[in-house]
């Protein structure tokens, strides 16, 4: 898989317990306050979502990337593993929802679905889209 | 208060605010001061951000006609049911909370996505019941 998050962008470090024991500089106002619990403590929904790819890259030893949807923000993750169970996570966000007014939601989750690849996303994203484009003529 | 505003707060009992017409909050009912009692005196526009092309228009309708308005809109990720009634001293708007976006994960995106098109599709309707108890947290 191509890896395209830079070494630039936000990251955090996880023990082999999901617990944030490192934070970048640019994530440490989001993070800092947050390092010794556990990630999933903290986001609330997140675990099913991104832990089977921190528990690959940490069960294959191979870095891997991914784009996911969480909290209406759409970003492409890199797990890169390291000893003792620690996985480096870079990320880069790549779309956010704007909920504000349906035409705000309807033109931002249109562009957010363009991230999302793989067919059971796929999936999601064609429901979703039958779904605008109903409430969509039904706004108008 | 006066008489003009006793006869809105029997149409909408519990959650509702009553705007000058400036916009300007003049009384946040008993069930709505946890929440909104500290924008009293305030114009509401200057709390949420865009709502005014949303809700203004059932605002002027209310007042030019003098007679009450309803209507099922969209803000901030919320459908809700608007319940506006003029009175002499002011305008009674109760707001009733129909759906809410979840945006936590695709799926529970995709499943508040249908309950906010079938809240949508009651506004198509024409079917308008009568206003029942508004949530506590009615705005915005």
């Known amino acids: ?41 903290c986001f609330p929904g ?12 940490r069960r294959t030893g191979e870095q891997l990337e991914f784009v996911q949807f969480y909290d209406g923000n759409i970003a492409r ?15 880069e966000q790549l779309a956010r929802l704007d909920t504000l ?5 309807v033109r931002t989750l249109d562009e957010s679905l363009e991230h999302l690849a793989g067919a059971r996303a796929g ?14 003529g039904g706004a108008a | 208060m006066s008489n003009a505003v006793e006869a809105p707060r029997g149409a909408a009992p519990d959650a509702y605010i009553v705007l000058d017409g400036d916009d300007r909050i003049t009384h946040v009912s008993p069930h709505l001061h946890h929440d909104l009692g500290s924008w009293l005196g305030h114009v509401l526009w200057d709390h949420l951000p865009g709502a005014r092309e949303v809700y203004g ?30 009175a002499a001293d002011g305008l009674a708007v109760h707001v009733e909370r129909l759906a809410e976006l979840d945006v936590t ?16 599709a009651g506004r198509a309707s024409g079917r308008h019941d009568q206003p029942r108890r508004g949530s506590p947290r009615a705005l915005p």
């Open chain 1, 1 to 41: 898989m191509a890896v395209t998050v830079t070494q630039q962008t936000p990251f955090v470090v996880l023990d082999e317990r999901d617990r944030i024991v490192g934070v970048g500089p640019d994530a440490e106002s989001q993070f800092g306050p947050l390092i010794g619990s556990v990630m999933w403590d």
């Open chain 1, 46 to 57: 997140s675990e099913p979502l991104f832990k089977p790819y921190y528990d690959s890259a």
């Open chain 1, 77 to 91: 993750v890199r797990a890169v593993p390291r000893a003792e169970g620690r996985l480096d996570l870079h990320w």
């Open chain 1, 101 to 105: 007014t349906l035409s705000g939601l």
């Open chain 1, 123 to 136: 999936a999601r994203r064609d429901e979703i889209r039958k779904t605008l484009r109903v409430i969509e």
């Open chain 2, 57 to 86: 228009p059932c605002f002027d309708e209310a007042r030019s006609s003098g007679q009450p308005v309803e209507s099922v809109v969209y803000y901030s990720g919320r459908v809700k049911r608007l319940t506006v009634i003029p």
């Open chain 2, 105 to 120: 994960s695709l799926g529970t995106l995709t499943r508040s996505l249908a309950q906010i098109e079938a809240a949508l």
